[in-house]
């Protein structure tokens, strides 16, 4: 009787939806439900993980298109919610069809309600003689997942003048005055609609089709020929434009990663989980980009080589009302243009002066077309880093940090060969595709370049490759991990086309030599730091259909056992110090300032009330800084005009400051200690660890650097 009920619904449900639609809906074109067949058939047969075509997945595929659709729940009311259960369990039987109906229909219901009420703000926003309250006690709550969906349009109606109101505060503080705010959400919201009228079936299909991906795993995705493009380009090495991963999370365009060796990785101001709001070229003015698609931003910000581009963001941690504007110049974004590079810390001991020297490896690169071209000089992580470490030698160091800290990955071939640089003969990663085959090729075949005394530094956007670094140092013993829980990116993708389009696939996982598998849980510090980034909001936990940490059997492998005993004092020295430190202190400071500010779930809709938030938030870091200065014995600042005028507030991370805009800079001296104290509390930090891990390990004087294997 079930089978009958369902075989039902997918007849006639499919024909009751579509009879409300309009005349102008999105219609399915020829050949894509057998470019959907195509696509079902590849992810269940090639993906990692194996999953029924069945109702149990129906009813998530139902749940994350709705999701996608509209995650902010802005614009579906409860009745439609309902409507669409007539799929929650036939998904799957369409979906084995070839019938993407269903898709079609509930985009077509979001782009009606969206191009109505988009059009109904307009009208309130155009009538001069609609005031808005601002001296109120209404509050809103933004995020979707505090919501529930709308019950009714009366419902709707007074979430969505809050909301215009909401907007317009935040043009407000940040120095329009009423009128200019209006005509910019009317322009904003002009331009919405115009979005909405632009889809097309293509980007139908690769929504529909991306909530099944999804549901695999997140790091799956199908690529349209228009959104393919696209893709092909943010692969290059030689991409012109600012060097950032963007992604799209409600209606702001948001940071995944900013490229090591791009114009704004140099640049140095805008970080992962920042929101861009508008894109201005050159001295243009700037253009709203809230609620745009991401290809159309992402247009609007890439460029030819040498020109400029601003940029207009709300900084992850930081108040939500204020923006910051930068500009940046476009250039060509190659991988290797920032290489592994150096430094030396001055560390006192009991008494002595250990250096410590430090090696950051940004990206795992490799020139590939120098390689294979035998250019004798061709960049490497491995070679540079190997270049480094003899340096180091000249210098006298005591000792290595590894600073693996944001770094995203690369080449296997350049992690496995970097391990190489620090332990002996035996292997670095396992590798298993979805038949359970194990591969464990990536070996380590030569004697140690470098076998003194060792740390490696992680954080949360130390993903892939650096995982397998990082995890290949801690299972061998050969160096104690700090920083914060690594990212958990341990999956492999390959891309295959599709007859239009391509589809990026999860093929294998990677496995550490313990048989723990990077995935999910990423690398776990041995000794754990504050972590400058929230761990709700990054890291492959925190996605929706991650694979999950699992383990494989151990791969026999030398392990030395020397510093385990030791991480019981090495944490408690740590304590002290990050108790005591006044730069590491104003760190934590901060990040706990962010923390607590990210956590307010609504927010008031009276103007002077939303100022003051605005004022408190500068007067607290304000006073985290004199904190630090008195603890330091530095001349605290008398007011606030003198901590902008000095350009302390700057260096913040969550820096408010509007009313210029930042010019590319350079970089800090490292040679400078104080410099790196202070901009770098954390590194320092290490820097000290290593040296009680040196003290401890040494009877009478700081053990020298091991030799350097001269022999390649």
Do not use: C
Request: aromatic share 8%; charged share 30%.
């Amino acid at each position: 009787m079930q089978s009958v009920v369902k075989a039902t619904l997918i007849f006639f449900g499919v024909l009751i939806a579509l009879a409300d639609s309009r005349a102008d809906s999105i219609k399915i074109d020829d050949g894509q439900s057998a470019l959907f067949r195509e696509i079902l058939e590849r992810l269940a047969t090639g993906h990692y993980r194996s999953q029924s075509i069945d109702d149990s997945l129906s009813e998530r595929y139902l749940t994350e298109y709705i999701r996608i659709l509209d995650s902010g729940k802005n614009y579906f009311l409860q009745s439609d919610i309902d409507e669409f259960d007539q799929w929650k369990y036939v998904l799957d039987d369409l979906s084995k069809r070839g019938d993407i109906s269903p898709g079609f229909i509930m985009f077509n219901r979001l782009r009606d309600r969206a191009k109505d009420r988009l059009q109904s703000v307009l009208t309130l926003l155009e009538d001069s003689s609609y005031k808005f309250v601002l001296d109120g006690s209404n509050t809103i709550t933004i995020d979707g997942d505090e919501r529930g969906w709308f019950q009714s349009e009366a419902d709707a109606n007074s979430f969505w003048e809050k909301r215009i109101t909401d907007s317009l505060i935040r043009l407000l503080l940040n120095d329009k005055d009423q009128e200019e705010a209006r005509k910019l959400l009317i322009k904003r919201y002009q331009t919405q609609i115009k979005q909405f009228e632009q889809r097309d079936s293509q980007d139908v299909l690769q929504i529909y089709a991306n909530a099944l991906a999804s549901l695999y795993d997140p790091h799956t995705a199908y690529f349209s020929p228009r959104r393919n493009e696209n893709f092909q380009i943010s692969m290059s090495l030689s991409l012109e434009g600012i060097g950032a991963e963007l992604t799209t999370e409600d209606e702001y365009t948001k940071v995944i990663r900013v490229i090591p060796g791009g114009p704004a990785d140099l640049h140095g101001s805008l970080k992962a989980e920042d929101k861009i709001v508008g894109v201005g070229q050159d001295e243009e003015d700037i253009v709203d980009v809230i609620g745009w698609r991401i290809d159309d931003v992402v247009a609007l910000i890439r460029g030819a080589k040498g020109t400029s581009v601003r940029l207009e963001y709300i900084p992850a941690n930081g108040d939500s009302s204020n923006t910051k504007i930068i500009k940046i110049l476009r250039d060509k974004v190659k991988l290797e243009d920032k290489s592994a590079q150096s430094q030396i810390l001055e560390i006192e001991q009991s008494g002595k002066t250990l250096s410590i020297g430090v090696i950051e490896i940004p990206a795992f690169y490799m020139d590939f077309e120098a390689y294979r071209a035998r250019d004798p000089n061709f960049k490497s992580t491995t070679r540079d880093v190997y270049n480094l470490i003899k340096e180091l030698k000249d210098s006298k160091v005591d000792g290595i940090v590894l600073d693996l800290r944001s770094n995203g990955g690369g080449s296997l071939f350049e992690a496995t060969s970097l391990t190489d640089l620090f332990i002996d003969r035996g292997p670095v990663v396992q590798i298993r595709d979805s038949n359970q085959r194990v591969q464990r090729n990536n070996r380590a075949y030569r004697a140690a370049a470098y076998d003194g005394p060792l740390l490696v530094m992680i954080n949360r956007l130390s993903a892939s490759a650096s995982e397998i670094v990082a995890g290949a140092l801690q299972d061998y013993g050969r160096a104690l991990v700090v920083g914060s829980q690594s990212f958990g990116k341990g999956t492999v993708q390959d891309v295959t086309p599709l007859s239009k389009g391509q589809l990026k696939l999860t093929i294998s996982k990677f496995y550490r030599v313990s048989g723990d598998s990077t995935q999910h849980r990423g690398i776990l510090p041995d000794i754990e730091f504050p972590s400058t980034y929230d761990f709700e909001e990054v890291g492959e936990s925190q996605q929706d259909n991650a694979l999950p940490w699992d383990r494989i059997r151990r791969v026999p492998h030398n392990t030395k056992t020397d510093l385990q005993p030791l991480i019981g004092a090495l944490t408690e020295n740590h304590t002290k110090r990050r108790q005591s430190d006044p730069d590491f202190v104003s760190l934590v400071d901060k990040i706990e300032l962010s923390d607590n500010w990210d956590s307010q779930k609504t927010l008031s809709l009276n103007l002077e009330k939303r100022r003051l938030r605005s004022e408190s938030w500068e007067k607290q870091l304000f006073a985290i800084e004199n904190k630090r200065r008195q603890a330091k014995g530095l001349n605290i600042f008398e007011d606030l005009e003198s901590w902008r005028g000095s350009g302390e507030e700057k260096q913040d991370s969550v820096d408010q400051d509007t009313s210029k805009t930042e010019e590319l800079t350079t970089s800090i001296d490292i040679e400078d200690e104080e410099n790196i104290l202070e901009e770098d509390p954390m590194l320092y930090e290490a820097g000290n660890v290593l040296g009680d891990q040196i003290m401890m390990t040494t009877e009478n004087s700081p053990s020298k650097l091991a030799a350097i294997d001269q022999s390649e």
